[in-house]
């Protein structure tokens, strides 16, 4: 097996530990908002402190996926690269690996967007006047 099969087979992995993280932050932010409305301030700040837990999962799989990069032969971090940051609606891939990184990245994108949404409202409804996406939004 070549050694790009191996790298290829491991960020599919990575990307499929990403996307668990991020599907688990997902989770947490609605029990987040069940434990706003019972106005449960020792569960928002469990779900809360677990949330962040499941995000420095999700990046330390991504600073493990651009670590690959690191020694690698030019053609390889190319290939990664791409596989990165290309836009995952439009990616095919090559190989079966590629193709399962763009389906997990499609995947993880559209939780991402339920997840953006869902936490901008609670943002809103916590913050107030002084939420992040006030202020972000001037």
Known sequence: MAQSDLDMKKMMILFQRRYNSIYEVSRLTDQL???LARKDEVSISMVLEMRAEELAKFDECT?????MCAGADVEIVQRIRFLITS????????????KKIYEIRRKTQAVIDQLRILDERLNRRM????????????
């Not at 600073?63 to 670590?67: F, L, P, R, Y």
């Not at 836009?87 to 590629?98: T, V």
């Not at 913050?127 to 001037?138: D, I, L, N, R």
């Open 33 to 35: 908002a069940d434990a």
């Open 63 to 67: 600073g493990e996926i651009w670590g």
């Open 87 to 98: 836009e995952p609606a439009e990616g095919a891939g090559e190989s079966l690996e590629e």
């Open 127 to 138: 913050a107030g006047e002084k939420s992040y996406y006030k202020t972000a939004a001037k």
